[in-house]
């Protein structure tokens, strides 16, 4: 599945001082959760996307998402464009017990506490619940990137 991702603002905050972006701590993940509406200008940490109530469950799917391995800055290029970028995360294999309610995902720095790992990002409403449970799910990132930004 292909999906537009939005940033949250602390993210653009934190990406505009290149001190702080490089002081990230945890591992970079996207997680599935059912439908809620987050706060682009608000929500700063996993815990604001309360997990415990709005990730989805189900075997084949590991609570706090699949890794997104080898994050990368690169740039800018000749036309001034910072891109930030990482490989498209594992498959969530089908089974008969897995999830069939993921709405979106999101994108965030894994520090294994809720309160202290870094939100970078959410997709949009995938427009009806997808899940595991009838064949494979997968979510492919942006060819582009995850996030560019011109000059």
């Known amino acids: 599945m292909a999906t537009t991702l939005n940033l949250f603002d602390n993210w653009r905050k934190i990406v505009a001082d290149p001190t702080r972006s ?3 701590a945890g591992t970079l993940k996207i997680a599935l959760f059912a439908s809620f ?3 682009q200008n608000t929500y700063d940490y996993y815990d604001d996307c309360t997990p415990g109530t709005n990730e989805v469950t189900g075997s084949n799917y590991t609570a706090r998402g699949n890794a997104l391995a080898t ?5 800018p290029d000749g036309s001034g464009v910072l891109t930030f970028d990482a490989t498209d995360p594992t498959t969530w294999s089908q089974h008969a ?6 709405r ?3 994108i965030y720095y894994d520090t294994g506490v809720n309160s202290t790992s870094t939100l970078v990002g959410y997709t949009d409403d995938f427009g009806a619940d997808v899940g595991n449970v009838a064949a494979d799910f997968s979510i492919t990132l942006n060819a582009s990137g995850i996030y560019t930004s011109p000059r």
């Open 22 to 24: 490089a002081a990230i």
């Open 97 to 102: 017990s897995g999830f069939s309610n993921a």
């Open 104 to 106: 979106r995902a999101i």
């Open 71 to 75: 994050p990368t800055w690169t740039g």
């Open 37 to 39: 509406s987050p706060n």
